[in-house]
Each structure stands twice: as structure tokens, then as C-alpha cells.
């Protein structure tokens, strides 16, 4: 065992996050961040795989490596969906796994947390228990847009209006997740969005766009009712140019970070068993974003 690094000493349970680039993965902060709160001996670690074989690379390490779980991010999601033996609701609805679970018969789990995570952001933010369920706005339709509509299906959305450059990819995420639910799914390009944002009492932006490095969000937020509830995925800077500018307009608002924190607690409980669910609040944000 001392030649295989990830084997702590007998019973401490190790886990970590997989992708391909993987540098700036909050991860493992967030993890250690939990461990040591509660007195957990476990590990987590970050690994960068090779992109081509997703399913050998993660036996090695659930088998060879001892490890109880993963989560997986880019570009995996979708393989890794493909290599579970078991899925949840969501996780079969959205066709992407963010976490896995070794259970202790054997069986390889799959979970997708990243719906939970975004809902769960949502229901601890200030002003979201006074938005109304009627009209959503949903920038982007990527992988991150569906977690983010299956959510906001959940909670009972009305209409849900997908808004994406690329309409062919917009209307694949609406036939691939109206039969969930009754919320309405409709698709437009940003040509549509002065209008549809006029009734509207959600918008969020699930597109890279706002992030350090990216090209800023070009929108013009005057036609939003002020009580609309406005959030963005993108928590690098935490106030984005959205929400800046939201804020400043008087709408409630929440960053995307708390996303982030809120989608780590299933695995977190699964893989090391804690006395208490993991608190997703102010310490551990400042502890993530040091
Ligand atoms: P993720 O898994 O994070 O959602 P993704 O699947 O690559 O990432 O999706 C990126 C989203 O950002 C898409 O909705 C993409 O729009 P297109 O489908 O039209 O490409 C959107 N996006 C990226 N760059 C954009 C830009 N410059 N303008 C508008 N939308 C952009």
C-alpha cells in the first residue's frame, strides 16, 4: 500500500474531483474545508485524466485506488453517466453524472447534484421566497442550463424561456426536458429577450460570458420588472456584470458560488459519512474563496 499513494491508513475513506484541464478546481478546498470541520479523517484529491478512456481510468481508481466516490466535471459528465450502474431521478433526466458513489455492495452510483445545488442556492438566498412562479428566463443551453431548468421545473415555473444563440441546441434541451414537468419550454434567440424579460420574474445566465477572461454579458436589464428574482452560474467574480447591474436597478439577487458549495454536500455525506449534513455558509465561502 505505501507504493499507492491515494491508500490512506486502513479505513479512511479517500474521494476527489475528475476532469480534463482541471487546474482551478474549488474542490478540494471546499472538501478539506468540511473534513476538518467536522474531525473526519478522509482525503480528497484532484486528478486530471486522460479524455479518452473515461470508464478504465475511473475503475482504477474506485478499484485499484480505494476510492468511495468522485465528482466529475468537464468533460466527463456524460461518460460517466454511461459507466454507472445505477442512476438517480436526476441524473437520468439530465443524462450527465456529477458525482459518484461506491457502494458497499459494489455498485458504481451516479448522482447528479448540480439540479439540487442550484435549487438549494436559491432557496437560502435572501428575496427568493417572494418570487413569483411564473415567467423564467434561461440564458444559455448547455450542460449547465439543464441542471439549472430541471431546477426551476421543480419549482414550478410556468413557462420557461430558453434563450440561446445557437437555436438548434436550445431546442434539444426543451424536447429532452418537457416531459418532466408542465412547465412550458419555449426557445428564442436574444433578439426575443427585451420582450421576454418584460413579464418575467426569474432570469439567470448559465453561460461562461461575465467570467474573468470572457467577453462581458452584453444585456440591457431596463425592461425587467424590479421584482424580479436575477442569479448567475458564474461565481469568478462573485458580482458579476449581470448582477451588478441588476443590483443597481434594485432586483434581488444571489452569486453562484453558493451553487457550488450547495451541489458538494450530497457527495460530502456519502462519501464520508458526517454526524450532520455539511453548513453551507459565510466561513466556508471565505475558506473557498482565499
Ligand atoms: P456548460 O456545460 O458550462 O453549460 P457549454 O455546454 O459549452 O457549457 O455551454 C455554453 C453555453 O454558453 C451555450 O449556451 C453557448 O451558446 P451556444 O449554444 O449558442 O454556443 C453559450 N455561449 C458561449 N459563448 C457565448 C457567446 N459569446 N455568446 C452567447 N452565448 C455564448
Redesign the pocket.
Known amino acids: 500500500p505505501a507504493t499507492i499513494p491515494s491508500l490512506g491508513p486502513v479505513g479512511e475513506p479517500v474521494a476527489g474531483v475528475v476532469g480534463h484541464p482541471i487546474g482551478q478546481s474549488l474542490s478540494p478546498v471546499l472538501h478539506g474545508t468540511w473534513l476538518k470541520r467536522y474531525g473526519i479523517k478522509g482525503r480528497y484529491e484532484i486528478r486530471d485524466l486522460p479524455p479518452d478512456n473515461f470508464a478504465l481510468a475511473a475503475t482504477k481508481l474506485l478499484d485499484s485506488e480505494g476510492w468511495v466516490g468522485m465528482n466529475v466535471t468537464?468533460p466527463f459528465k456524460e461518460a460517466a453517466h454511461a459507466y454507472c450502474d445505477i442512476l438517480d431521478s436526476a441524473a437520468k433526466r439530465l443524462g450527465a453524472v456529477n458525482t459518484i458513489v461506491k457502494r458497499k455492495d459494489g455498485g458504481i452510483e451516479g448522482r447528479n447534484t448540480d439540479l439540487y445545488g442550484f435549487r438549494a442556492n436559491l432557496e437560502a438566498a435572501d428575496g427568493w421566497a417572494d418570487t413569483g412562479r411564473g415567467v423564467a428566463v434561461v440564458l444559455?443551453?448547455?450542460?449547465?442550463?439543464r441542471a439549472v431548468i430541471g431546477a426551476l421545473q421543480d419549482l414550478g415555473f410556468a413557462e420557461i424561456r430558453i434563450v440561446?444563440?445557437?437555436q438548434d441546441?436550445a431546442k434539444s434541451v426543451a424536447s429532452d426536458l418537457q416531459q418532466f414537468a408542465a412547465s412550458k419550454l419555449s426557445v428564442g434567440t436574444y433578439k426575443k429577450l427585451p420582450k421576454w424579460l418584460a413579464d418575467a420574474d426569474f432570469l439567470v445566465n448559465?453561460?461562461?460570458?461575465g467570467m474573468t477572461g470572457q467577453?462581458e454579458l452584453d444585456i440591457d436589464l431596463s425592461p425587467l420588472p424590479k421584482r424580479a428574482f436575477v442569479t448567475d452560474i458564474v461565481y469568478k467574480p462573485l458580482e458579476t456584470g449581470l448582477l451588478a447591474q441588476a443590483r443597481a436597478r434594485g432586483n434581488a439577487t444571489v452569486d453562484g458560488l453558493g451553487m457550488l458549495l450547495h451541489q458538494a454536500v450530497p457527495g460530502f455525506v456519502a462519501w464520508f459519512n458526517p454526524p450532520e449534513p455539511p453548513v453551507v455558509d459565510d466561513a466556508l465561502r471565505r475558506a473557498v474563496l482565499e
Do not use: I, K
Open positions: 468537464v444559455g443551453a448547455g450542460g449547465a442550463a440561446n444563440r445557437n441546441r448559465t453561460t461562461s460570458l467577453p
